[in-house]
């Protein structure tokens, strides 16, 4: 299972939107159907969750918590079939200019098969300049 994050548009104006997506790909070759997927990410200081989340998945069955002005997003009971890609979208904004790195670490998705992300995911929102950096 790998983990991957992009933010559309990956500049927010001071109190703008920008849409965080948080992508699992359970497409290893000899992959299985996964339960009581899990995962939650702590928002970098100065991004917080939009007035209005907006949060969404693809992930069969599963429940999005994302409050508006709180600093993490959580999916949990999800599943995802072998070979596809579960998604976590919510509305982000930011009050502070400057780049904020945004990671999901190792280990931070889990799952009833014991299945988890092997390596982190990471993505720079960048708080009113012009070019995002990313790693």
Same mark, same amino acid.
């Given at each position: 299972?790998?983990?991957?994050? $992009?933010? $559309?548009?990956?500049?927010?104006?001071?109190?703008?939107?920008?849409?965080? @997506?948080?992508?699992?790909? !359970?497409?290893?070759?000899?992959?299985?159907?996964?339960?009581?997927?899990?995962?939650?990410?702590?928002?970098?200081?100065?991004? @917080?969750?939009?007035?209005?989340?907006?949060?969404?998945?693809?992930?069969?069955?599963?429940?999005? @918590?994302?409050?508006?002005?709180?600093?993490?997003? =959580?999916?949990?009971?999800?599943? =995802?079939?072998?070979?596809? *890609?579960? *998604?976590?979208?919510?509305?982000?904004? =930011?009050?502070?200019?400057?780049?904020?790195?945004?990671?999901?670490?190792?280990? !931070?998705?889990?799952?009833?098969?014991?299945?988890? !992300?092997?390596?982190?995911?990471?993505? !720079?929102?960048?708080?009113?300049?012009? *070019?995002?950096?990313?790693?």
């Amino acid at each position: 299972m790998t983990l991957s994050k $992009a933010f $559309a548009p990956a500049t927010i104006n001071p109190s703008g939107i920008s849409t965080l @997506t948080i992508s699992v790909a !359970n497409t290893a070759a000899g992959s299985i159907d996964l339960s009581a997927l899990a995962l939650s990410d702590a928002l970098p200081a100065g991004v @917080t969750i939009a007035a209005s989340p907006g949060g969404s998945t693809t992930c069969g069955s599963g429940t999005v @918590t994302a409050v508006a002005g709180g600093t993490s997003v =959580s999916l949990s009971a999800a599943a =995802s079939p072998r070979a596809r *890609r579960a *998604r976590v979208s919510v509305n982000v904004t =930011s009050v502070a200019v400057g780049a904020h790195l945004n990671t999901i670490p190792a280990g !931070n998705v889990t799952t009833a098969q014991g299945a988890s !992300n092997g390596s982190g995911g990471e993505r !720079n929102v960048d708080g009113g300049r012009t *070019r995002p950096q990313s790693r």
